[in-house]
């Protein structure tokens, strides 16, 4: 199936001169979407995870699904401030300023395998950071998981674990 069919590019979101990868179209397509889903299940099963993590707010989209479908649990990683409890947050450098993310303290059990997901790798910048702050609670993060991956930012030379991308696009 050709999955690039369902990917939207929109110029100039959010801002002039960003090619904005919309996965709408995919979400909205039923077969399309499973067809992705358990094509992405297949490659993350290899990493035999206890827990997948998504990343706030695509990265949820992408992470529920393929938890579901491997029977794993599933872990919110928000933006800062978002989440109730004890937090645990990583401040991480953007092209312009600062952000931070955060989980729950007691998300994650020390030792446990763990699979950071997202909807798309850019500059690696937000997956990076999540990596990091797993890596401090003590889980095992064994692999990165993005439907897409914006080959020419270079974000996978960031990431310190093993990455499978579905679709890739070289401009
Ligand atoms: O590799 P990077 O350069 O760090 O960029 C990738 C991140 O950017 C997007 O999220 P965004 O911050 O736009 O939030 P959203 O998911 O809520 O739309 C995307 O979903 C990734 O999380
Ligand atoms: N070009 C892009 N399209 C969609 N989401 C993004 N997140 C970071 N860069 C993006």
Redesign the pocket.
Known sequence: MDLKSHIRGIPDFPKPG?????ISPLLAHPQAWRHAVETMAASVKEWQPDILVGIES?GFLAAAPLAYVLDCGFVMCRKRGKLPGETIGHLYELEYGSDAIEIQADAIKPGQRVVVVD??L??GGTMAAAIQLLRRVGADVRGAACF?E?TF?GGRDKIDAPVTSLMQYDS
Do not use: G, K
């Open positions: 960003i090619l904005f990868y919309d695509r909807d798309l850019a500059t897409i914006l930012l």
